[in-house]
């Protein structure tokens, strides 16, 4: 990202596909996955620049989602089944997911297929930390489960573990075609740019 504007389109609509996703607006039609974790990955490799200030606002804006929904439902935010002392576990979990953006934009030098490895093996490692902090907070902090043990936690994290990749890779996948895409306009438009001020 070059430009102000330019993120300030990327965090639009990483902002409205988080609403859309995290709050189901699309589950009474299809059922697609809460975008959240892609959210916070796309928006550490395009928002790096704005990270002091992006990552707190999504965050905000994460929960703000989560209690319109359970209020939304005539349930008390504090007492809903998914609101434990684990849920604030969430905030290291997304930074995950950004830190991983994050290292990936680093090293990034344009579309390629050393590019889509690094791709691909932040994403798996960043989404399994993120799980380990998500799905280990609801796991060991709340009152879901009765009678924890490390190998219910193990079985539990083996069992979300790849829905949850899926979800957030399906999304991840859209924002690198985009990015490959755009790169290739970019480079084709600047030969014609020139050729039309040949012609001139």
């Not at 299809?30 to 490799?45: K, N, Q």
């Not at 929960?63 to 935010?77: K, L, M, P, R």
């Not at 889509?116 to 902090?141: D, N």
Request: hydrophobic share 55%; aromatic share 16%.
């Amino acid at each position: 990202m070059n430009t102000n504007l330019q993120r300030a389109i990327v965090l639009s609509l990483l902002v409205l596909l988080m609403a859309a996703t995290r709050s189901h607006v699309f589950s009474h039609f299809t059922p697609v996955p809460d975008a959240s974790w892609a959210v916070f990955f796309i928006g550490g490799f395009y928002l790096r620049g704005w990270s002091r200030w992006a990552f707190p606002l999504l965050m905000v804006l994460a929960v703000g989602i989560d209690w319109a929904v359970i209020t939304g439902q005539g349930q008390g935010f504090w007492s809903h089944y998914c609101v434990s002392p684990g849920y604030w576990l969430l905030v290291p979990a997304h930074l995950a997911m950004w830190m991983g953006g994050l290292w990936l934009r680093r090293n990034y030098a344009g579309a390629s297929v050393p590019a889509l490895g690094r791709l691909a093996a932040s994403l798996v490692a960043t989404v399994a930390l993120c799980h380990l902090f998500a799905q280990g907070g609801f796991y060991w902090l709340s009152n879901a489960v009765a009678e924890p043990t490390f190998a219910g936690w193990a079985k539990n994290y083996g069992d979300w573990f790849g829905p949850y990749l899926q979800g957030a890779a399906m999304f991840v996948a859209v924002a690198a075609i985009a990015q490959a895409v755009g790169e290739q306009v970019a480079r084709n438009a600047g030969p014609l740019a020139h050729d039309r001020k040949t012609l001139r």
